[in-house]
Every structure is written in C-alpha cells, then in structure tokens.
C-alpha cells in the first residue's frame, strides 16, 4: 500500500512539473522544486499567521506544539534536503522549542532557502541512486524526494487545522490560493 501511494505522489509530481515544463529533461526534479517553493510560501505564511501567544498551543497533549511542528520542519528541510541535494546541511545552532516567534519563522524561512539552493541542481538521472536516509537506511534519491513533498504536505495540514482551531485561516484558505 505505501508504495502504491508513493507511486501516485510520483506520478502527480511528474504531471505537475510536465505541466509547468514539457520540455524539461528533468520533470520529477522540476517538480520537486516547484513544491518547495509551494510549500515554502504556505508554511512560512502559516507560521507568521500564527499569533506569538499561541505559540506554545496543541491539540492534544500528545501532539507538538505548534512552535515544536516549527523546529522539526526546519531541521527536517536541512535533512532531507541535504540528502537529495547531496550537499552538506548548515552547520546551525539549535533554536530552542520555546524561541520566540520572530526566531522561530526565520529558521523555518533560512531552511527553505536552504532547499531552494541545495535543490537547484538536482536533475531525474540519478532518481534510483542511492542517498543516506535516518538511521543507516539508504533510499532512492526518488524515494528521499517524495518524503520531502509528503512532509511538507503533511506538515502543511497539521499547521492549517492548529490555525482553525485558534480562529485563524490559513493561507491557502484565503482569497488568493497557493494550491
């Protein structure tokens, strides 16, 4: 079942980036790139839709905080990012969970700038070479790709329903959309 959903991401992001490049040799990491920037903008503008007060919210006691969801995409976006990129990650100190907001979404920002730079050259020949994953797992460069637009996604929605829970909108429910 995950690799059957795998393949569907796959394929959506191939078509996604057809769309926006038909004549691109390198439509996967096309697409790639065009969700992080996606992804970025609406994550970003999440954070800074979220008041400062709020920070420190979740939904349930066994759910991070809303500052903690924060930290674990910027950490995560250097990770994964540096594996498909096959660069190294940003030597960076860590920002505390409780950082206040300001520190906090300029992380978040610093680390998509981050993807845009170290996914800049990332093309399709490689998308079954191997890259180092958590632990001592080695996955497809393809594989490591599509964990981070799931992640990001994911991400994305966890931010969107903490926002409506505190009676904000998040940004792709507002007027312009960044579907």
């Excluded at 959506?12 to 990491?29: F, K, R």
């Excluded at 906090?104 to 730079?117: G, N, W």
């Amino acid at each position: 079942m995950k690799t059957t959903l795998q393949l569907v991401a796959l394929a959506v992001c191939c078509l996604a980036g057809a769309a926006s490049a038909q004549d691109s040799a390198s439509p996967v990491a096309d697409a790639l790139r065009s969700a992080e920037q996606r992804a970025g903008r609406n994550l970003v503008a999440a954070a800074e839709e979220m008041p400062a007060a709020k920070y420190g919210f979740k939904p349930t006691p066994a759910q991070l905080t809303f500052a903690a969801v924060l930290g674990h995409l910027a950490k995560g976006n250097d990770f994964l990012c540096s594996r498909i990129g096959g660069v190294d990650a940003p030597k960076r100190t860590d920002v505390a969970k409780d950082a206040p907001k300001d520190k906090l979404v300029a992380r978040l920002r610093e680390s998509f700038q981050f993807c845009e730079t170290a996914l800049a050259k990332v093309d399709d020949k490689d998308l079954g070479g191997k890259v180092p994953f958590f632990g001592d797992r080695q996955v497809s460069r393809a594989e490591a790709m599509l964990a981070a637009a799931e992640d990001w996604a994911d991400h994305y929605s966890q931010l969107a329903i903490y926002l409506r829970l505190n009676g904000h909108l998040p940004p792709t429910a507002k007027g312009k959309q960044e579907e």
